[in-house]
């Protein structure tokens, strides 16, 4: 066994990254760092007791270099009767249409598409190359980018993914390690010549400036390998602290909404207040890049430093940030919900609305729907007192409703106001209003004059309304 070899073997022993009887799927572009996992993988599948797979993307960016890359990776995989799952994905089309970053787009579709292939491949693992100089660069990138202390932990060498998990055995390992070993093994690559120009922020980090760190230290990858698994290991646990944390400031929560309270959060320590608005951002966003801007979660911890007033900060892809009524919300893109609810009620079936509700009306007489929450509230009505059908709407301007009890109805903006609905909500809260235009219910909120908890002598339907919980 090569240095190499039981360099990599005694890393994924330390990290428990194989166990036998795991089906590995490789990520192969035909470059010089996943041929030697392909290969070192194949040799060593009996002595880690795993199966090897390998996927390939074709990004469709470089014409017949790219095909080529492809017939290399699938020739590599039918001589040693290695399974190959790959294809093409056009790239340019799709950049096209959605005008978005090349490399972002590109990490989106492959990772789609490995997704996928381990599907059906049945892989509980997905192998990609990633090595110690990577580490190095993805380094010095956070510090560039000005990343918060999640940022500084670098490359993961093991996290979840698709159904099962991505992990790094070669993180242990510099680039130099890589070319000795395939050279070693008389082993073929393929160069992809983009990896050479330094219009790409990484590609300049490789070119110049890891070269002269290594001046100054020969084994950098390796002091920065260290530092990064401490810094791994600190994470792990502020994560599990921040999740006890989060639960104590956590006032509601739904898919696209998580509302903390501002003081209960304010008696945390800074670190911990830190690390919970990180978790708000994971729960957030997708996208790491986003998460790890410190410009963003930074403007987030100064708009709770106090509860006096009320703010809202704009945050990327539509999101918002809103500090109301003590609390901070923050809210997912909102889309224009109103106009995919039902236009007119259905009877004797449920009308699912946005926020998680849903409206049910059917005869007094008639049977109950069994699939009710905790939040379902049942109320009986006349519907000969108002227009038919009625009708779901965003709220107008104007608009009022009749509530029991009250001289006068009540402006649906003040009620809003009373129930503390965030702004961010209110434009596309469902309104029930009659074929007349007419108000009268707000579900999840209040209902009108109309509605009784008991069943009068003239009631002639039932109106349930459900708020589901996550």
């Given at each position: 066994?090569?240095?190499?070899?039981?360099?990599?073997?005694?890393?994924?022993?330390?990290?428990?990254?194989?166990?036998?009887?795991?089906?590995?799927?490789?990520?192969?572009?035909?470059?010089?760092?996943?041929?030697?996992?392909?290969?070192?993988?194949?040799?060593?599948?009996?002595?880690?007791?795993?199966?090897?797979?390998?996927?390939?993307?074709?990004?469709?960016?470089?014409?017949?270099?790219?095909?080529?890359?492809?017939?290399?990776?699938?020739?590599?995989?039918?001589?040693?009767?290695?399974?190959?799952?790959?294809?093409?994905?056009?790239?340019?089309?799709?950049?096209?249409?959605?005008?978005?970053?090349?490399?972002?787009?590109?990490?989106?579709?492959?990772?789609?598409?490995?997704?996928?292939?381990?599907?059906?491949?049945?892989?509980?693992?997905?192998?990609?190359?990633?090595?110690?100089?990577?580490?190095?660069?993805?380094?010095?990138?956070?510090?560039?980018?000005?990343?918060?202390?999640?940022?500084?932990?670098?490359?993961?060498?093991?996290?979840?993914?698709?159904?099962?998990?991505?992990?790094?055995?070669?993180?242990?390992?510099?680039?130099?390690?890589?070319?000795?070993?395939?050279?070693?093994?008389?082993?073929?690559?393929?160069?992809?010549?983009?990896?050479?120009?330094?219009?790409?922020?990484?590609?300049?980090?490789?070119?110049?400036?890891?070269?002269?760190?290594?001046?100054?230290?020969?084994?950098?990858?390796?002091?920065?390998?260290?530092?990064?698994?401490?810094?791994?290991?600190?994470?792990?646990?502020?994560?599990?602290?921040?999740?006890?944390?989060?639960?104590?400031?956590?006032?509601?929560?739904?898919?696209?909404?998580?509302?903390?309270?501002?003081?209960?959060?304010?008696?945390?320590?800074?670190a911990l207040q830190r690390r919970i608005i990180l978790l708000l951002l994971k729960y957030l966003y997708k996208d790491t890049i986003i998460i790890q801007s410190y410009t963003l979660w930074n403007s987030i911890l100064k708009l709770v430093q106090t509860t006096d007033g009320n703010a809202t900060i704009d945050l990327p892809k539509g999101a918002k940030a809103i500090r109301q009524y003590g609390d901070l919300i923050l809210v997912k893109q909102q889309v224009n919900t109103t106009q995919t609810m039902p236009k007119t009620l259905q009877f004797e079936q449920w009308n699912e609305l946005p926020n998680y509700l849903r409206v049910y009306i059917g005869k007094v007489d008639g049977e109950i729907p069994s699939d009710l929450s905790s939040n379902a509230k049942c109320y009986f009505v006349n519907t000969t007192c108002f227009a038919l059908p009625l009708h779901i709407r965003g709220r107008m301007d104007g608009d009022r409703i009749q509530l029991f009890g009250a001289n006068i109805q009540k402006r649906i903006s003040r009620l809003f106001i009373d129930e503390k609905i965030p702004m961010a909500l209110r434009e596309e809260w469902p309104i029930i209003v009659t074929n007349d235009n007419e108000v009268i219910a707000v579900p999840g909120l209040r209902v009108s004059s109309y509605f009784s908890n008991s069943k009068r002598l003239n009631d002639d339907m039932i109106f349930i309304i459900d708020q589901q919980t996550l």
């Open positions: 066994m090569t240095k190499l070899e039981q360099k990599v073997y005694e890393y994924i022993q330390q990290y428990e990254l194989c166990h036998a009887g795991d089906r590995l799927l490789v990520a192969c572009s035909g470059g010089a760092d996943s041929m030697a996992l392909l290969h070192f993988l194949h040799h060593e599948q009996k002595r880690l007791g795993v199966s090897v797979a390998a996927v390939h993307v074709n990004h469709m960016l470089r014409g017949e270099d790219a095909d080529g890359d492809r017939l290399f990776v699938e020739s590599f995989c039918k001589e040693r009767s290695i399974p190959v799952y790959a294809t093409n994905i056009p790239i340019p089309e799709i950049l096209e249409a959605e005008q978005g970053n090349m490399q972002a787009v590109c990490r989106r579709e492959r990772y789609a598409y490995f997704k996928e292939a381990m599907l059906e491949s049945k892989s509980s693992k997905l192998v990609v190359a990633h090595h110690a100089d990577d580490q190095v660069e993805s380094i010095l990138m956070a510090l560039i980018r000005g990343s918060h202390d999640t940022g500084m932990q670098g490359i993961i060498r093991c996290r979840p993914f698709g159904n099962g998990l991505l992990i790094r055995p070669f993180l242990s390992i510099t680039r130099a390690d890589i070319l000795e070993y395939l050279q070693a093994n008389k082993q073929e690559y393929r160069e992809d010549s983009s990896n050479k120009k330094d219009s790409y922020t990484r590609n300049r980090m490789r070119h110049h400036v890891v070269p002269l760190l290594r001046n100054e230290n020969p084994k950098i990858a390796e002091a920065v390998m260290h530092y990064t698994e401490k810094v791994q290991a600190d994470e792990e646990l502020l994560d599990s602290l921040a999740e006890k944390a989060l639960q104590d400031v956590l006032v509601e929560k739904q898919s696209d909404l998580w509302k903390i309270n501002i003081n209960t959060f304010q008696n945390k320590p800074l």
